[in-house]
C-alpha cells in the first residue's frame, strides 16, 4: 500500500493498525517484554481509551505510535502511514498531547500557538485563525495575551490539546490528559474532547488509569496487562461480558428466600443464585430487563420481595475478573 494514502476499508479509514507490534527494554543484563505483540485497530472518528494499571506498557505502546521509540518487533500504520518506513509521514500526520504538555510558562498563549504552527510551515494569518478558532472551541477565547503559566490547570491542558491541534491532525494521541485536575475541570476537558470529534471529526486515541475518564469518554476501550491486550469492546460491552448485574432481593422469612432462588435460577443467563437467610443475590446479563419478569414469576408464587438492588458492574469489576489485579495496583 502507498505510504501517502490513508489504509481505506469499506467501514471508512482505519486511522491505527497495528500487528504484533512489541517492544523489549535490556537494561542491565536485564529484559522486560513491556509490549508483546499487539493487534488492535482505531477506525476514523473513534474516541478510544487504552486503559490498563502502572506498568502495563501504555506509555510504550504509546510512544511507538508517536514515533518517540522504535518498536523491537510487528508493524503498524498510523494515519495511513507506516511506522517503520514513514515515520517522518506519521509524525506531520498525527498530534500528540504529553502528560508533561509542551507550552513554557513565560509565553504568551496566542504567540506561543502561533510559532508552534509555523514549524509545521503553516503561515502566520492561517495560523493566527486556527489557533482563535481552536481556543474558542474549547472555551479560551479570552486566553490570547495571558501567559500560560498564569493559567489554571484545566486551561492548560485545554491550550495543550489546541497545541496538538493546530496542525489539523486527524488522529491526536493524549497521553492521561486530566491527570491532576479537580473533578469538575476533568468533566468539562471530557465534554471538549468529545466535542472535538463531533464537530472537527477528531480520532482521538487516550490512554488512562481512571477508570471514570475510560468510560466517560471513550466509545470504545482497549484494555492492556502485562504488555497485552486483554479485551476490547465499548465500555458497556465490556461491563456486561464479565460480570453482568447483581440483583439483591430481601424477602420477609427464609422459605421465601429459597423459593425465589429457585425461581432466580431459572432466568435465562442467570449464574446460579446465592440465598443467604432472607437474602438472595443473582447475576444476571442485564438487571433492568430481567428483574420484571422475575417479579412477576414471585408474584405467581404468591411471593413478595420486601426490598430489590440492581448494581451495575464498574470498569473496576472489569478489570478485577480479567487480571486478578485493580487498576489502581
Ligand atoms: N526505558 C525503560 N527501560 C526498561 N524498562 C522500561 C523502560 N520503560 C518502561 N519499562 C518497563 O516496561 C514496562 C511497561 O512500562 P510502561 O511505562 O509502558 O507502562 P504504563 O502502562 O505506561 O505504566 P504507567 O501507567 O505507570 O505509566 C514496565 O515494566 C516498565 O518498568
Not at 504538555?101 to 504552527?117: I, Y
Not at 491542558?157 to 469538575?184: A, C, N, Y
Not at 465534554?191 to 468510560?215: C, N, P, Q, S, W
Not at 423459593?259 to 446479563?285: C, I, N, S, W, Y
Amino acid at each position: 500500500m502507498d505510504n501517502d494514502q490513508p489504509n481505506v476499508t469499506a467501514d471508512g479509514q482505519i486511522m491505527i493498525e497495528t500487528k504484533g507490534l512489541s517492544r523489549i527494554y535490556k537494561t542491565r543484563g536485564k529484559t522486560v517484554e513491556a509490549v508483546r505483540g499487539v493487534d488492535f485497530s482505531v477506525s476514523s472518528g473513534e474516541i478510544v481509551g487504552f486503559l490498563g494499571p502502572n506498568g502495563a506498557g501504555k506509555t510504550t505502546t504509546l510512544k511507538m505510535l508517536t514515533t518517540l521509540l522504535t518498536p523491537t518487533g510487528g508493524s503498524a500504520r498510523v494515519a495511513g502511514f507506516d511506522l517503520r518506513k514513514d515515520p517522518v509521514g506519521v509524525r506531520r500526520a498525527i498530534g500528540y498531547v504529553s502528560q508533561a504538555g509542551s507550552t513554557a510558562s513565560e509565553a504568551r498563549a496566542g504567540e506561543e500557538l502561533v510559532s508552534h504552527a509555523r514549524f509545521y510551515g503553516i503561515d502566520k494569518h492561517t495560523a493566527t485563525q486556527r489557533a482563535r478558532d481552536l481556543l474558542a472551541a474549547l472555551d479560551l477565547a479570552d486566553i490570547w495575551e495571558r501567559k500560560c503559566g498564569l493559567l489554571s490547570g484545566g486551561q492548560r491542558r485545554r491550550l495543550d490539546i489546541v497545541m496538538g491541534l493546530i496542525h489539523q491532525p486527524k488522529l491526536v494521541f493524549l497521553d492521561e490528559p486530566s491527570t491532576g485536575l479537580d473533578p469538575q475541570s476533568r468533566a468539562n476537558l471530557w465534554t471538549h474532547i468529545r466535542k472535538l470529534r463531533d464537530e472537527i471529526g477528531t480520532t482521538v486515541f487516550i490512554t488512562t488509569h481512571y477508570m471514570d475518564e475510560a468510560d466517560a469518554l471513550s466509545d470504545r476501550l482497549l484494555v492492556i496487562d502485562k504488555g497485552e491486550i486483554v479485551a476490547e469492546g465499548t465500555p458497556s460491552e465490556l461491563k456486561r461480558r464479565v460480570s453482568g448485574d447483581a440483583i439483591t432481593l430481601t424477602f420477609r422469612d427464609d422459605a421465601d428466600a429459597r423459593q425465589a432462588g429457585d425461581a432466580a435460577a431459572k432466568m435465562p443467563g442467570a449464574e446460579t443464585p446465592v440465598v443467604e437467610g432472607h437474602l438472595v443475590r443473582v447475576h444476571v446479563p442485564d438487571g433492568a430487563s430481567a428483574l420484571p419478569a422475575l417479579l412477576a414469576e414471585l408474584a405467581r408464587a404468591d411471593i413478595t420481595a420486601t426490598g430489590v438492588e440492581v448494581k451495575k458492574p464498574t470498569l473496576d469489576d472489569v478489570f478485577l475478573s480479567l487480571t486478578g489485579r485493580s487498576l489502581r495496583d
